[in-house]
């Protein structure tokens, strides 16, 4: 049976003060005559932004390729977007990843990847031929990093059998420098961040994986209780499949990494399945920590213990489980002082039936 494929489309939006201000005008106008008080001589509070859908206008054509039922969990997880001023004329421009669906790529096809470089008046233009990004991989995410301090900003893409890390030329082209920088992997790699945790100089990466899947060993669709959900054949996924552990490599400073990852207390031996990740100074003592989002199994959050190794305190800090205790469906994390506190704090999202989770210090 041919596996039909729709495309999904990404949408960029600016902010729109306008309608929401003249909205809260007319009400606090409506409350006012229904009290047949006098207006509060107090102004009214600043209003929130809205947000005003611009794609059409900015040139920007991306979509990705989606398959329609969705019988393996790859054909869920993809559609990364990275912020990289490649160029560094000071605007910000845009890298979608892509991913075939199972069929195309035991079919030898490919999906690409799309570099849109801003124009700086509204638009878009896209470059992936000049920039040599177009087909990395089956991609799923994209981080951003200058791995070789030579101040241009470079482009790891996470993929299913490993990364793939493009090298900025400063010229507006990549080089794929993966094999020859020692990024040795061939698992199921989902999240990447980059951060110097050793305080040298030189950012390192670490990688979060998902599950063991292999293209040459497809679990079937619905086959037994795992490839259930409330009694409906789904794919099979994540529980019940074998985790992959994750990867820390250390930069040597010299355009190559070394796997550290167990040696520093990261390698997650009973294989969780890892999605997001974060590095930052969660306790403030001057050493960056790790925080890992994983799906249906508790996050990690690695206390950074100084001369290359870290603790897992997940438990301890709160942030390796819901407030009930329940293991949730960690995926996308992002960080921000939303208290004013001078500290950050974590937002972790959830799949159907999870809590999306803000996490204060």
């Known amino acids: 049976m041919t596996q039909s494929t729709s495309p999904t489309v ?22 006012v005559r229904l009290l047949g008080q006098q207006a ?52 910000p421009d845009i890298y979608f990843t892509n991913a075939p669906t199972v069929e195309m790529a035991l079919a030898g096809k490919k999906a690409r990847g799309a ?17 040599g990004v177009g087909y990395p991989c089956f991609a799923m995410g994209a981080v951003v990093g200058d791995y070789n301090n030579d101040g241009w900003p470079d482009l790891l893409i996470t993929c299913l059998g490993g990364v793939v890390l493009y090298r ?17 992997d061939t698992q199921y790699a989902t999240g990447a961040a980059f951060g110097d945790y050793d305080g040298d100089g030189w950012v390192d990466l670490f990688v979060s994986h998902y599950v063991d899947f292999h293209l040459d060993d497809l679990p079937k669709f619905g086959s037994s209780k ?16 074998k985790g992959a552990g994750d990867l820390l490599f250390h930069n040597n400073g010299d355009g190559t990494f070394r796997e550290v990852s167990k040696e520093a207390g990261v390698d997650d031996p009973h294989g969780y ?9 969660f306790d403030g003592d001057g050493r960056l920590d790790l925080f ?13 213990e100084g001369k290359g190794h870290f603790k897992e305190v997940g438990f301890l800090a709160g942030t390796a489980v ?26 972790v999202t959830h799949f159907s039936e999870g809590i999306r989770s803000p996490v204060s210090q």
């Open 226 to 241: 795992i490839c259930q959900y409330h009694g409906l054949a789904v794919q099979c996924g994540p529980r019940g499949l």
């Open 273 to 281: 399945y890892g999605l997001g990740a974060v590095w930052s100074d």
């Open 10 to 31: 990404f949408h960029l939006f600016r902010p729109d003060f306008l309608g929401l201000q003249g909205a809260s005008i007319a009400l606090l106008a409506l409350s």
């Open 40 to 91: 509060p001589s107090a102004p009214p509070p600043t209003p929130l932004p809205q947000l005003v859908d611009i794609t059409d206008s900015t040139g920007i054509k991306f979509e990705h390729v989606s398959a329609s039922d969705k019988k393996y969990i790859v054909e869920s997880m993809a559609g990364g977007v990275a912020l990289i001023d490649y160029d560094r004329d000071g605007l």
């Open 292 to 304: 890992v989002a994983n799906d249906s199994t508790p996050n990690f959050y690695y206390r950074n």
């Open 322 to 347: 819901s407030q009930d205790g329940s293991e949730q469906a960690g995926m996308g994390v992002a960080l921000g002082d939303y208290l004013h506190s001078g500290r950050l704090s974590l937002f």
């Open 115 to 131: 570099l849109y470089h801003n124009n700086g008046d509204g638009t878009f233009s896209d470059v992936t031929e000049k920039a």
């Open 168 to 184: 900025n030329n400063g010229d507006g082209t990549f080089t794929d420098v993966t094999k020859q920088a020692g990024l040795n």
